[in-house]
């Protein structure tokens, strides 16, 4: 497993002012990772508006775990207030003023062409008017009264008038008393008078006259256009009645959606068609009179309080100068704006969608946000915790090496002091053999220890003091071979056996020879260490050259007692050992870590507990220029 340093760094997240100081895992700073709980604890004592400090009163004050959760909370309320704030505002903004244009553009079409409708419409019941109007004063006007009360003539020019359209249903001339010449027509009206109707007494002023619907005297709704002409001193009229079935038909059969409707009235507010749903011909209509205007005039009616079912309607009207009609087109206002509404509604659904989904989604980004924040936290604590584990080490370590330096001197001393002793002893002969072998035993044993103390205080000083590198050619398949060679002897006393693997295609590396040596040793030592207990075992070392990233691959694979889970994070540590006091100094890997690093490389382990250990090293062909300087500046500096 690869060895991590725990990165220093610092996080500060400046959000709308607020510094997240969570994020903050700054370990060479501080390993105090309460401080934004205590951070907000003293702006609540300085009088935050929230006073969380008082808030339990006589209680005291909260616990650190409640600080968190106050804490976590308000930062929970805040993000979702922002981002709330930051992302709804927008976009109902946005959805409102859109909405607002569209309907005020939509309406404003729809206007247009409710209005382009009723001109429409208009235009054609004028035409539908000038035209018989105009036929009937060309025929008054080439045609002699002579010609025309013959029977058969005006039954011909009626004929050549209904040739086309058809919309004539009967045709009469009449003198200037009011009584017929001549009549053609389904009626018997030639004895029936006019001279007493409405109609008569207006054309004789006018000269040309459309009437109003009337029932008259064959008692169904009609209307007639007559005009006049002078001839010879005397006045005749040429009255033709227009066929209402052709007339309604063009106003009554116009269709405007489900609640539209189109019709006539006079000026007395009488329909002169049938409406579609209010009313009938001839009878009087509920709209209220208004005077004649120019144009189309749309207006918006409300139900008022007489007819308060009634729907809001939308309403056209435009009048006719001749006869003085108005044409009322009118619609339900809510069938006019259906679109409008439908989009209106749409609109409405996907803003609130949005809307929601926008806070479903603030809430979870939110949640995890907090949840990362929390984690980040506790992983903080668990760093600074560590930090000042290994500050603490680092101290030991240094007050080791200094006393292991101190303790070197003493050390040769007592060593030479003990050879003299021997010395002294080889030279003594009046002195009894068995006291003589006992002191020469204890002696020995002094040397034992005293060598042990020696190992122990060189390996401190190993693993504190950095000695200089030499780069060299490495051909590192024999020197592994030097190794185990050295190596064997120590092994078999143990019953443990060597193979090796190397690659024959491995070429000389560039890296430090005796840097190395140290490494391989303390790695062959801990094989050899691990199969303590074991009767025999083997160590299996080999190589393999990685031309394609420059590198060598040496692996050290153990079959001894192999390395339980929960302490391969620990075994690169400084002075962690499993082996009884006196026997290891836990150095051994550390130094081994901390040399492959400066060398460019890696070291990796894996582990089963009572099966074997094996520990593979990465070691470029050529240590990087990198690695070279920081050891070139650690070296000088
Ligand atoms: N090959 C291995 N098999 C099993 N355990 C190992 C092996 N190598 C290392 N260890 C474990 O890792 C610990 C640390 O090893 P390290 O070399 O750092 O110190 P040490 O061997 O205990 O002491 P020193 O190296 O100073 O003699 C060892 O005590 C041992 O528990
Ligand atoms: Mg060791």
């Known amino acids: 497993m690869a060895r991590m340093f725990p990165v220093r760094r610092t996080v500060f997240l400046r959000y709308f002012g607020m510094t997240l100081e969570s994020f903050n895992i700054d370990l060479g700073l501080t ?33 650190e775990e409640e600080w968190r959760k106050y804490h976590y909370a308000k930062l929970y309320r805040k993000f979702i207030g922002i981002t709330l704030v930051c992302s709804l505002v927008p976009l109902l903004l946005v959805g409102w003023a859109i909405n607002i244009h569209y309907t005020r553009f939509a309406k404003t079409r729809m206007t247009e062409s409710f209005q382009t409708e009723v001109e429409y419409h208009k235009r054609i019941i004028e035409l539908f008017l000038r035209e018989r109007s105009a036929r009937l004063q060309l025929i008054a006007q080439t045609h002699s009264k002579e010609y025309l009360k013959e029977m058969g003539n005006l039954a011909h020019v009626f004929e050549v008038m209904n040739q086309e359209y058809g919309s004539i249903s009967d045709l009469g001339l009449i003198s200037e008393e009011g009584g017929h010449l001549a ?141 003085g009609w108005r044409l009322v087109v009118k619609q339900e206002y809510s069938e006019a704006f259906d679109e ?16 929601l989904i926008i806070l479903i989604v603030s809430i979870l980004t939110t949640r995890h946000l907090v949840r990362v924040i929390k984690n980040r936290d506790i992983e903080a604590d668990q760093l600074g915790r560590q930090l000042m584990e290994a500050g603490k080490m680092a101290s030991l370590g240094e007050l080791s090496a200094g006393v292991a330096h101190e303790i070197n001197n003493p050390l040769a001393i007592i060593l030479t002091e003990r050879q003299i002793l021997l010395d002294l002893l080889d030279q003594t002969t009046n002195v009894d053999e068995g006291f003589k072998r006992e002191l020469k035993e204890s002696l020995n044993q002094m040397d034992v220890q005293i060598n042990r103390c020696k190992r122990i205080t060189h390996n401190l000083l190993r693993f504190s003091r950095r000695t200089r590198s030499v780069i060299e050619k490495i051909d590192l398949n024999s020197f592994l071979e030097e190794m185990v060679e050295l190596m064997e002897r120590e092994a ?65 694979a153990d079959t001894g007692a192999g390395i339980p889970k929960e302490l391969l994070t620990k075994i690169f540590d400084p002075f962690f050992t499993t082996k009884a006091v006196g026997k290891g100094t836990g150095l051994g890997l550390s130094i081994c870590y901390s040399i492959i690093q400066r060398l460019g490389g890696t070291i990796l382990v894996k582990s089963e507990v009572g099966q074997g250990t094996e520990f593979t090293l990465t070691v470029p062909y050529q240590r990087p220029a990198e690695v070279q300087e920081g050891v070139a500046a650690r070296q000088t500096g």
């Not at 409008?340 to 809307?355: D, K, Q």
């Open 183 to 323: 009549y053609v027509g389904p009626y018997d009206l030639m004895d029936k008078n006019y001279s007493q109707t409405f109609w008569f007494k207006n054309v004789m002023e006018r000269g040309i006259f459309v009437s109003d619907m009337f029932t008259g005297f064959r008692k169904v709704p009609h209307f007639i256009i007559a005009v006049t002409r002078q001839e010879k001193g005397e006045k005749w009229i040429l009255r033709a009645t227009v066929d209402t079935e052709v007339f309604r038909a063009l106003v009554e059969n116009v269709r405007i959606g489900k609640t539209g409707e189109v019709y006539l009235l006079n000026e007395e507010g009488i329909y002169q068609t049938s409406p579609r749903f209010t009313g009938k011909i001839m009878e009087r209509s509920a709209m209220p009179l208004e005077p004649f205007h120019d144009g189309i005039k749309i207006q918006v009616v409300e139900p008022d309080e007489k007819n308060p079912k009634a729907k809001k309607e939308i309403v056209a009207t435009a009048w006719f100068r001749d006869p």
């Open 31 to 63: 390993a105090d990772c309460a401080r934004p709980i205590r951070e907000s604890r003293r702006q609540g004592m300085k009088g935050n508006r929230e006073q969380p400090v008082q808030e339990n009163g006589a209680k005291g004050e909260r616990t």
């Open 340 to 355: 409008v509404n439908y989009a209106n509604y749409a609109t409405l659904i996907f803003l609130h969608l949005s809307a």
């Open 492 to 556: 078999k006393s143990s019953g443990i056996k060597f193979l090796t693997n190397f690659d024959e295609n491995l070429k000389p590396i560039l890296s430090d020879p005796s840097q190395l040596q140290q490494v391989f040793l303390n790695l062959i030592t801990n094989a050899i260490d691990a199969h303590d207990g074991k009767p025999y075992g083997t160590i299996h070392i080999s190589t393999r050259a990685d031309d394609e990233h420059q590198k060598v691959h040496v692996v050290f």
